[in-house]
């Protein structure tokens, strides 16, 4: 039978886990929204569009602005707008999307500072245990604050290949 230290222990790793893998995702769902439909460029034939997205080099390049109009073309073609609605309806999803990513970061702040006050409350629990040096190394580890620092240092390594 477990005590309650190692209840509280493996209840923190398991929320920590499960915020990692939350913020994962959210981060990839606001990359995807991320992008700005406001002032459209050079016209590029869906065909061209499709066989350059297909290959996967707007996600590898960064080019957003390629990515942009294939994405504007791709709506076009698929809803069938005509010229009249193509502004309207690019401004609208623009404000969508940016209404998205304010949801989105509103929630991640609030997730962050219920993942820090989480971690203050195992923390204080855990020093009963713990040296004040093991506290520092698992702060260095698991503490959420150096958990996102982490995994953004990553994310600034990854897009550098």
């Not at 990359?31 to 997205?53: A, V």
């Not at 999307?97 to 949801?103: A, D, F, H, M, P």
């Not at 040296?131 to 580890?141: C, N």
Request: without cysteine; proline residues 1%; charged residues 30%.
């Amino acid at each position: 039978m477990m005590n309650a230290k190692t209840k509280v222990f493996l209840a923190f790793i398991t929320i920590f886990i499960l915020g990692v893998v939350a913020g994962y995702f959210l981060n990839n769902a606001i990359q995807r929204t991320g992008l700005h439909f406001s002032d459209r460029g050079t016209e590029h034939s869906t065909i061209e569009n499709r066989r350059f997205w297909d290959r996967g080099q707007a996600r590898n390049q960064g080019d957003s602005e390629r990515r942009r109009q294939w994405i504007e073309n791709h709506f076009t073609s698929s809803l069938n707008l005509q010229e009249q609605q193509r502004g309207e309806f690019f401004e609208r999803i623009s404000e969508y999307n940016r209404g998205i990513r304010e949801k989105i970061g509103d929630q991640r702040a609030n997730e962050r500072e219920m993942l820090r006050e989480y971690y203050a409350e195992f923390r204080r629990d855990i020093s009963e245990i713990l040296t004040q040096e093991q506290l520092e190394k698992l702060d260095a580890i698991v503490h959420p604050d150096s958990v996102h620092h982490m995994r953004m240092e990553r994310m600034r390594q990854g897009r550098g290949r």
